[in-house]
């Protein structure tokens, strides 16, 4: 939702978001009176404002033309601030002196001081989009399960325990924000680890790591569900051209998985799955680390909660939730500074499909996503899109301007083909064809 135009300084849309509906949008109740129904949509990108005039008897007469989103960007909220501290003439939005009195006093709370302290900084995005997290790895990602892996081996130290955490893996649904830097606060940790889980360690055989991952990567490329790993002691490929396998308890062979290797706590390699063959003693077990959501079945992790609910079998959960492991973690491994590439150098994890001159819908595509396809006698493809998913034309897209493509050679004589599809102002249903 947005006003028309979204021209600000109180109704501005973050660049590549369109409005679906206006803001507000009138409707009549059951007497003929204006009811105003809004709505801020993302969870802090935007706060809402609303300028309304009422009636004595408390009927909405009108609605003023600034009402609308306003964007929580960093350079957004600095244009605000200047005008409002009258550094731009704008006398109409000065405040009366008993709101910057209450202001004053607000911003000097404990809960206001503590959420707003400095934890550290970042040179470049952290990335936390629902469209790419979900799809891929991201240097947020990647930095909350390292976090995570670093906090539960600290913590097996402590316990004196004789248990190797080897893996943590991270659903992309629990984090929910991008840190836009370069500012790092608590509040902005706080935001993206909404749910502030506390963390659970387990030991799982080879067959349950196995069922957990298959689950991981059942549900790509579809950005509609959380379950999508984010990533740290363990290199993962998977092909989603092969059928997906959804909540399982325990597998003797994969079906998405082609390569797993676990890295160990003891800095050995330990291949779990080769070229879509389960390797060695499927009894044998990892360390591995989740959030308490997981641990309890979240989704579809049921092999996890499995193990949770054998009485037979431990489960340590640490005392310190996601939000102060990952504060601590920038502070004491980072030392307050984070310049973390996105997308991260040398992919933990890698989906790909094999094509032999098929067509794959690749699912809606807002935000720019990468994905790579293993060829083997196929010289052309050919992108298109629709905006909705239904019957319709199906239009070219553009390389260069809607994606960019690239094309490797490998060892074994097969082609990597990656596209890289571009950040868009509209969700786009997009799908690849091969030609022999």
């Known amino acids: 939702m947005a006003g028309s135009p979204a021209d600000g300084p109180f109704n501005t849309l973050r660049e590549g978001h369109v409005a679906n509906y206006p803001y507000p949008i009138v409707r009549q109740d059951s007497e003929g009176h204006d009811v105003l129904l809004i709505n801020s949509e993302r ?33 957004i909220v600095e244009a605000l601030e200047q005008r409002l501290a009258g550094r731009v003439a704008a006398p109409e939005l000065q405040a009366a002196p008993e709101i910057d009195e209450l ?33 891929r790895e991201t240097n947020l990602g990647r930095l909350v399960a390292d976090s995570t892996l670093w906090h539960g081996r600290l913590y097996l130290a402590d316990l004196n325990s004789d248990w190797s955490l080897d893996l943590a893996l991270k659903n992309s649904g629990g984090i929910r924000q991008t840190v836009e830097g370069p500012v790092v606060t608590r509040l902005k940790i706080n935001c993206v680890l909404l749910f502030d889980n506390t963390q659970s360690i387990a030991l799982v055989t080879g067959r349950e790591l196995l069922a957990t991952l298959e689950n991981a990567a059942s549900y790509w490329p579809s950005v509609a569900d959380g379950r999508y790993p984010q990533s ?53 077990t990892f360390g591995v680390i989740v959030n308490s959501f997981m641990m309890a079945g979240g989704d579809g992790y049921l092999a996890l909660k499995t193990v949770k609910d054998d009485p037979e ?22 030392d307050r500074t984070l310049d973390l590439p996105d997308p991260p150098p040398d992919p933990r994890i890698v989906p790909y499909q094999i094509m032999a001159g098929r067509v794959v ?8 996503v990468e994905y790579t396809f293993l060829l ?61």
């Open 232 to 284: 740290a002691g363990f290199y993962l490929e998977f092909d989603a051209s092969r059928p997906p396998v959804a909540a399982p308890l325990s597998l003797d062979e994969p079906s998405r998985i082609k390569n797993l290797v676990i890295f160990r706590a003891d800095g050995t390699s330990d291949v779990l799955v080769e070229e879509f063959r389960a390797q060695g003693d499927l009894n044998r």
């Open 313 to 334: 079998r431990e489960v340590h959960v640490t005392e310190w939730t996601e939000r102060q492991i990952l504060e601590t973690y920038i502070v004491e491994v980072y």
């Open 43 to 75: 969870r802090y990108d935007y706060v809402g404002q609303l300028l309304a005039t009422f009636a004595a008897a408390g009927h909405i007469v009108a609605h003023d033309h600034r009402s609308g989103l306003v964007s929580t960007e960093f350079a």
């Open 103 to 135: 202001l004053e006093r607000l911003l000097q709370t404990d809960i206001v001081v503590d959420q707003l302290r400095q934890v550290g900084e970042t040179i470049g995005e952290l990335v936390g989009n629902r469209e790419v997290l979900r799809t």
């Open 376 to 436: 083997f006698d196929e010289t052309g493809y050919r992108l298109e899109s629709k905006p909705e998913l239904r019957p319709g034309e199906w239009l070219s897209m553009t390389e260069g301007t809607d994606y960019e493509a690239r094309l490797e050679e490998q060892p074994d004589g097969t082609r990597h083909l990656t596209v890289t599809m571009s950040a868009r102002q509209q969700q786009l249903f997009v799908r690849l064809s091969l030609q022999p």
């Open 361 to 368: 819908e690749l699912g809606v595509v807002g935000e720019s």
